[in-house]
């Protein structure tokens, strides 16, 4: 099995989720399962600049997640990843299958292909690497934000 | 803080069922000592659950990790049941923090808790490993247990 060990997080790649314009931008952690991350959302989303999505679930607090970071890797391979990400974050409360499969309806996607791709073991391993990176960078909460492979923003909290 | 070389203090807490967990149950085996704050904290909930991501991996370097804190065994329960966590949670409740003194890693007055702190006694009982965060505020991301045990 590949180290834990601290190392950077990866530079953007060409496997990584891009939006926005530019060469500049931000890196975000981020957890689809997450209240934090949903608020923050909108906000990054409306940053001028390049904006890089990589997958951070964390199943033990928030069981729904996996199942949304595959959705969204599903719905990425047919070119609607960062919609079914602004989907997910808007409406937090219906992200059970059926509230899936309705939006995979509204966005014009093919439901056969989603099911099966959600499911599809590559989905998988991509979500694991980028929740691996993320371990190896030092995330530790989301989201985490890095600007050129350094951490810049992590959500405020006393202890 | 406890230096590493130095043999962990002994102690005997009740888990979050309430039993009485001993660190010298853990003989034989090594031990993550997690010293935080408290239950339900927003940080210490993320800390929990993002080592509970990654606890297999941590099994596999034959090590166990066990949580510390201040608050008492029920609360351990609930924090446990909210978090999804199955790590087990050691209550430093009465003397209070009298554990978490004892290496060092209590916060006097007015925050009256462990800081966060990671202790990795070896199987004969001796400190291996430690690191102390700069303040309560902030974790040591999982990396850095994997650092410890690379």
Not at chain 2, 136 to 145: C, K, L, Q, T, Y
């Amino acid at each position: 099995m590949q180290t834990l060990t601290s190392a950077p997080i990866p530079p953007v790649g060409p496997e990584d989720h891009l939006c926005g314009e530019g060469e500049e931008g931000l890196i975000v952690y981020a957890d689809l399962g997450c209240p934090h991350c949903a608020a923050e959302w909108g906000k990054l989303r409306e940053r001028p600049g390049r904006l890089v999505f990589r997958h951070f679930p964390v199943a033990s607090t928030h069981p729904r997640s996996p199942a949304l970071h595959a959705a969204a890797e599903a719905a990425g391979r047919q070119g609607c990843f960062f919609e079914m990400v602004d989907s997910l974050y808007a409406d937090r409360g219906r992200v059970d299958d059926p509230h899936l499969w309705e939006r995979v309806e509204r966005l014009g996607l093919d439901l056969r292909r989603f099911e099966a791709d959600r499911r599809d073991e590559e989905v998988e391993a991509r979500v694991k690497r980028d929740f691996r990176s993320g371990i190896r960078g030092g995330v530790a909460g989301t989201p985490a934000v890095f600007d050129a492979c350094t951490l810049v923003a992590v959500r405020e909290r006393e202890f | 803080m406890i230096a590493v070389g130095e043999q962990a203090p002994d102690f005997t807490l009740r888990n979050q069922d309430g039993e009485k967990v001993s660190l010298s149950d853990y003989r034989g085996r090594k031990v993550m000592l997690v010293f935080y704050p408290g239950d339900f904290s927003p940080v210490c909930g993320d800390q929990l659950s993002i080592y509970q991501e990654v606890k297999p991996e941590i099994a596999e370097k034959g090590v166990e990790l066990v949580g510390v804190s201040v608050d008492s065994f029920f609360a351990h329960k609930a924090f446990r049941e909210k978090l999804g966590v199955d790590t087990t949670l050691l209550s430093d409740f009465e003397p209070k923090g009298e554990v978490a003194r004892a290496y060092g890693s209590y916060l006097d007055a007015p925050l009256g808790f462990a800081n966060r702190t990671l202790v990795l006694v070896d199987e004969d009982g001796v400190v291996a490993w430690t690191y102390e965060s700069p303040n309560p505020g902030e974790f040591p991301g999982a990396n850095v247990i994997f650092d410890a045990l690379a």
